[in-house]
């Protein structure tokens, strides 16, 4: 008998749920409605109708009587199939719409639990499945194993969901290395929204901005690059050429954006970030076809962006044609980049900056 209430009361809780938001659901909804109302003593429905018939070919009169136990059927039977159409609305919502939402907490003073509330409703209109992956009391040497095994834990709480293809949800903080590693071994696979902090509101939101169509200027060095070239990214602040070692300064590729400069949330829009991640894959992919960099071993790269944008590219790694890369921390509280994460085929280091 507990058995029968606790399930009536998971299907009540999920009903009241879902009951505006999927057209089943809300279909299941009506039909509910009209049924119990039509079963209602005394309500509006409770009528006694007859209608006359009479054939002018076929001799006779034949009358019917919609009255209470024919009112009584109807509505049971809608009561019966609105029910059924909401289950089965309430299954498929958690088959298709479920989601799966990674939280890397890689900052002091990020909230423990993860940002759901903030989530659009269509990520959290099926069952939402969270991972927090917490390094910000690690040291950043030891963090690319947790990595690792964060990676187990993803890949097995995905198939534990039973899905063929759930919705992946990212949104983090963390060190630029961290994000980008983050990017490279959790964004393998397909359907992952991200989502980013507004520091004004205190809230996550996803990219829906607007693109405004601003893309990227490429400044090339003017001397010989040799074995290293450096990638500077300057999306949300200005990358000083003097921050950057010395070493790499004048062989340094900028990319900035040609319209309206660094600033906070530069790259709120998908359509804009996927265009202009596209544009810094293939510049990167392409970068030893170029005349004077057909012998380049390791890229540099120096990037202030969001994390949402950092996340994505280091998703877009591509270990058979990238070169080495070097992806640089900035410490703020001195003013330099003081360590890194190299990337030589499967192998990742870190490695501190004299």
Same mark, same amino acid.
């Given at each position: 008998?507990?058995?029968?209430?606790?399930?009536?009361?998971?299907?009540?809780?999920?009903?009241?749920?879902?009951? #505006?938001?999927?057209?089943?659901?809300?279909?299941?909804?009506?039909?509910?409605?009209?049924?119990?109302?039509?079963?209602?003593?005394?309500?509006?429905?409770?009528?006694?109708?007859?209608?006359?018939?009479?054939?002018?070919?076929?001799?006779?009169?034949?009358?019917?009587?919609?009255?209470?136990?024919?009112?009584?059927?109807?509505?049971?039977?809608?009561?019966?199939?609105?029910?059924?159409?909401?289950?089965?609305?309430?299954?498929?919502?958690?088959?298709?719409?479920?989601?799966?939402?990674? #939280?890397?907490?890689?900052?002091?003073?990020?909230?423990?639990?993860?940002?759901?509330? =903030?989530?659009?409703?269509? #990520?959290?209109?099926?069952?939402?499945? @969270?991972?927090? !992956?917490?390094? @910000?009391?690690?040291?950043?040497?030891?963090?690319?194993?947790?990595?690792?095994?964060?990676?187990?834990?993803?890949?097995?709480?995905?198939?534990? !969901?039973?899905?063929?293809?759930?919705?992946?949800?990212? %949104?983090?903080? %963390?060190?630029?290395?961290?994000?980008?590693?983050?990017?490279?071994? *959790?964004?393998?696979?397909?359907?992952?929204?991200? !989502?980013?902090?507004?520091?004004?509101?205190?809230?996550?939101?996803? *990219?829906? %901005?607007?693109?405004?169509?601003?893309?990227?200027?490429?400044?090339?060095?003017?001397?010989?690059?040799?074995? =290293?070239?450096?990638?500077?990214?300057?999306?949300?602040?200005?990358?000083?050429?003097?921050?950057?070692?010395? @070493? *790499?300064?004048?062989?340094?590729?900028? !990319?900035?954006?040609?319209?309206?400069?660094?600033?906070?949330?530069?790259?709120?829009?998908?359509?804009?970030?996927? %265009?202009?991640?596209?544009?810094?894959?293939?510049?990167?992919?392409?970068?030893?076809?170029?005349?004077?960099?057909?012998?380049?071993?390791?890229? @540099?790269?120096?990037?202030?962006?969001?994390?949402?944008?950092?996340?994505?590219?280091?998703?877009?790694?591509?270990?058979?044609?990238?070169?080495?890369?070097?992806?640089?921390?900035?410490?703020?509280?001195?003013?330099?980049?003081?360590?890194?994460?190299?990337?030589?085929?499967?192998?990742?280091? #870190?490695?501190?900056?004299?």
């Amino acid at each position: 008998m507990n058995k029968i209430i606790d399930f009536a009361w998971k299907i009540w809780n999920q009903w009241l749920k879902y009951r #505006y938001v999927d057209p089943i659901v809300s279909f299941a909804r009506l039909l509910i409605i009209i049924g119990a109302g039509l079963m209602t003593p005394g309500g509006v429905w409770w009528l006694v109708v007859a209608f006359e018939i009479k054939p002018e070919i076929i001799p006779g009169t034949y009358k019917i009587n919609i009255g209470p136990e024919t009112v009584t059927i109807i509505g049971s039977i809608l009561l019966f199939a609105g029910l059924c159409i909401g289950i089965l609305g309430i299954w498929r919502i958690k088959k298709v719409r479920s989601s799966c939402f990674i #939280y890397l907490r890689g900052l002091s003073g990020m909230n423990d639990s993860p940002p759901i509330k =903030d989530l659009p409703p269509k #990520y959290r209109y099926g069952e939402v499945a @969270h991972l927090t !992956m917490d390094t @910000h009391n690690e040291k950043a040497e030891k963090v690319l194993p947790y990595i690792d095994l964060f990676k187990k834990m993803f890949d097995g709480k995905v198939v534990s !969901m039973n899905l063929d293809a759930p919705t992946i949800v990212f %949104a983090g903080l %963390a060190q630029v290395p961290v994000l980008y590693i983050a990017g490279l071994k *959790l964004s393998t696979r397909d359907n992952i929204f991200l !989502m980013d902090y507004n520091r004004f509101d205190r809230s996550w939101h996803t *990219l829906d %901005a607007i693109d405004d169509h601003e893309r990227l200027e490429i400044i090339y060095p003017t001397e010989k690059v040799n074995d =290293d070239v450096a990638l500077a990214l300057p999306f949300t602040v200005d990358i000083a050429e003097s921050q950057i070692p010395k @070493h *790499l300064r004048d062989r340094t590729i900028w !990319m900035k954006l040609n319209s309206k400069g660094s600033r906070t949330d530069s790259l709120s829009s998908n359509e804009k970030l996927d %265009a202009i991640l596209t544009l810094i894959n293939n510049e990167i992919r392409n970068l030893r076809g170029k005349k004077g960099y057909e012998s380049i071993k390791t890229l @540099h790269l120096f990037i202030a962006a969001q994390a949402s944008t950092v996340f994505k590219l280091g998703a877009l790694f591509q270990q058979n044609i990238y070169p080495n890369l070097k992806i640089y921390h900035f410490q703020g509280s001195k003013g330099i980049y003081s360590w890194y994460y190299s990337i030589e085929g499967s192998k990742i280091k #870190y490695q501190k900056l004299d």
